[in-house]
């Protein structure tokens, strides 16, 4: 069962454009979302997170939109570098347990392939 | 920047042999995690640990699994007898609060089970 899902496996955007990586989630109780980015033989590393509060948040060149009525949330990266390219992963929890130690549902991640 | 290591990065193991892995979390982090990533599939939740005690668990963290904090900076996972299928990439991560605040990751223990 696919809680958290990341349709597009890979995507290939060129160096300076945009890239919008989309994900979405059928369990309506997450209320926190983050992304994570990472590289081969490394682990996930923290980009930026959003809660359902929210409908977007922003942090540098990463801003994340959420669309709760639609339950998709997205990750754009403007200007994209070619450091950027790693596996994206889209995760999210919910506080229904009490606000205790909750464990991520990860997607399955995508691809990001920048091109020079 | 404090970071979340873990040890070995690399241990091979015989099916049906006991494996710990470690992780030293962040230090003033106060909650722990483990998590699996077989390979080419995506991260899975394992357990949770918060205040000396197991918060959340997994169907995949059965009777083969437990977690230990065994002093003030060691966080470990042990599978008692391994199956081939428990090899994995397996990420310990530690934060500071529970839900609404981001995880940290360490690098990863590939675990390989012949």
């Known amino acids: 069962d696919q809680q958290v899902k990341q349709n597009s496996p890979s995507l290939s955007v060129q160096e300076g454009r945009i890239s919008i990586l989309n994900c979405d989630y059928t369990n309506s109780m997450f209320d926190y979302f983050l992304w994570y980015k990472k590289y081969p033989a490394e682990g996930p590393t923290f980009l930026i997170s959003?809660?359902?509060?929210?409908d977007k948040n922003e942090d540098g060149r990463f801003t994340v939109f959420l669309n709760k009525s639609a339950k998709h949330l997205s990750l754009h990266i403007v200007p994209s570098q070619p450091g950027d390219s790693a596996v994206y992963f889209c995760?999210?929890?919910?506080?229904?347990?009490?606000?205790?130690?909750?464990?991520?549902?990860f997607g399955k991640g995508t691809h990001l392939i920048i091109q020079p | 920047e404090p970071e979340v290591t873990q040890t070995p990065s690399h241990q091979v193991t015989q099916m049906g042999q006991e494996v710990i892995l470690r992780c030293v979390p962040i230090?003033?982090?106060?909650?722990f995690y483990w998590y699996r990533q077989i390979l080419g599939q995506k991260v899975e939740f394992l357990v949770s640990?918060?205040?000396?005690?197991?918060?959340?668990k997994s169907e995949i963290f059965d009777d083969q699994f437990s977690v230990e904090r065994p002093d003030g900076s060691n966080f470990t996972l042990k599978i008692r007898s391994t199956k081939l299928e428990d090899s994995a990439m397996y990420f310990c991560?530690?934060?500071?609060?529970?839900?609404?605040?981001?995880?940290?990751f360490g690098q990863g223990t590939r675990l390989t089970v012949v």
């Open positions: 995760a999210a929890s919910a506080s229904y347990s009490g606000g205790g130690a909750d464990g991520l549902t």
């Open positions: 959003i809660s359902s509060i929210k």
């Open positions: 640990f918060y205040n000396n005690e197991i918060s959340e």
């Open positions: 230090s003033n982090h106060l909650y």
């Open positions: 991560a530690s934060s500071v609060g529970g839900w609404g605040t981001e995880a940290f």
